[in-house]
């Protein structure tokens, strides 16, 4: 397995205003103490599909989703998203779930909603009820009755509210079961704008395969693979989840 891919779209150096670039990232890199998380990486992810950042524990998914993001800012190398360098106007365009929980345990779903209404000129709150009601989840709950999978749907829901250009989600149906990861990925789906971006980390390729249009597979903080999904199939003669498993054998 040596082929490489990174060019999902334009080339990196291309802005996102003149060819609906909205990630482009050349040569970064990132280190804790001895450890370098990401090493070099280039990639550069256009509008309009929804893109697998797949990868073992520890492999950089999430330290180049918080780079992205805007939250962690001490590396090396070119980054834009949505046409500007990581800071205030590109957070403006990116919503972003880590892979954490970030909600008080004592709030009801009403009161998030409220947050996210207040703080997010682009949160849409009648969205964000839809897909509450889509998950099953009683706007009146308090978290701390919730279940993980529960929870996790109530993150998904203030996320995916948002009107941005870029949606970074990071583990979305990690530690969650078979029938909840499903729910999950379709309330995703159910409100996705196929003119933005949808950037998911998982290691969980199987559940996800069905839902991409694009796929990068990342080793030690580099792109091992990339490329669209029908292409990297019809290349290997297999789905993304045996590419996977190969990549990683």
Known sequence: MTTTTTDLGDSPMTTHDEAGSLISVSGLTKTYGATRALDGLDLDLSAGQIVG???????????????LAGVLVDYSGQVQVAGHAPGPESKAAVSFLPDVSFLPDSARVSFCLDLYADFFPDFRRE???????????PESMRLKAMSKGMREKVQIALAMAREAEVYLLDEPISGVDPAARQ????????????DSLLLI????VHDLEPLLDAAVMMRAGKVLLSGQADDLREEHGAGLDSIFREVYR
Request: aromatic fraction near 8%; proline fraction near 0%; charged fraction near 20%.
């Open 201 to 204: 980390s998982t290691h969980l």
């Open 53 to 67: 950042l797949l990868g073992e524990n520890g492999c950089g998914k999430t330290t180049l989703l918080k780079v």
């Open 127 to 137: 969205r964000a009820s839809d897909l509450i009601g889509f998950f099953g989840l």
């Open 183 to 194: 729910t999950i990925l379709d309330g995703i789906t159910r409100t996705f704008d196929e």
